[in-house]
């Protein structure tokens, strides 16, 4: 039983539902961890994306705790250039990383947030999670254009840079 002092994903629940499509999955013989889902707007081809909400084991400390956010994107690649571009991206990105797991072709965007072991506080998590949509319906696309060779790297990188450009400045 866990503690009524420790994070819990169930603490989100009632923000997260108000927000997005929400679902709670316990942990099953597969993956021994509870997750939330949260659906989020599809991508611009009208693709379905989620957002994946998970603890990861703690290393040494029983009171640490770390929320990982994932968002698997609805394409995959197995492009040097795909990993160049997420590079890239990572260098002046805020906030989480984009990534590739070569095996699978898996392109996903993920961030991991420490927390402290007392319930979670629900507005930085909703936050954080609008934060994630945010980086990756503003960037997913850019580097799905590389993965697909629809774009060249240098023409990617160039966007990038107005892309970070336009929102240092406001606009």
């Not at 866990?2 to 709670?24: H, I, M, V, Y």
């Not at 990572?90 to 392109?107: A, S």
């Not at 580097?143 to 840079?161: K, W």
Request: with cysteine.
């Amino acid at each position: 039983m866990p503690s009524p002092n420790e994070p819990r994903l169930d603490q989100l629940l009632p923000a997260f539902a108000r927000a997005f499509p929400t679902q709670l999955v316990p942990p099953t013989d597969d993956y021994d961890a509870e997750q939330l889902f949260v659906g989020l707007d599809p991508d611009g081809q009208g693709r379905p994306r989620r957002l994946e909400l998970t603890f990861l084991l703690a290393a040494l400390d029983a009171d640490a705790y770390y929320l990982q956010y994932f968002i698997l994107l609805p394409f995959s690649a197995r492009a040097a250039d795909l990993a160049r571009i997420t590079a890239l991206v990572n260098v002046k990105l805020p906030f989480g990383h984009f990534g590739m797991n070569e095996p699978t072709g898996w392109v996903y965007y993920r961030t991991v947030v420490p927390v402290a072991g007392a319930p979670l506080d629900v507005e930085l998590a909703l936050n954080t999670a609008w934060m994630c949509f945010y980086l990756v319906d503003q960037i997913a696309d850019l580097i799905e254009s590389v993965a697909d060779g629809s774009r060249s790297l240098a023409d990617a990188a160039a966007a990038y840079d107005e892309l970070v450009a336009a929102e240092s400045s406001g606009g």
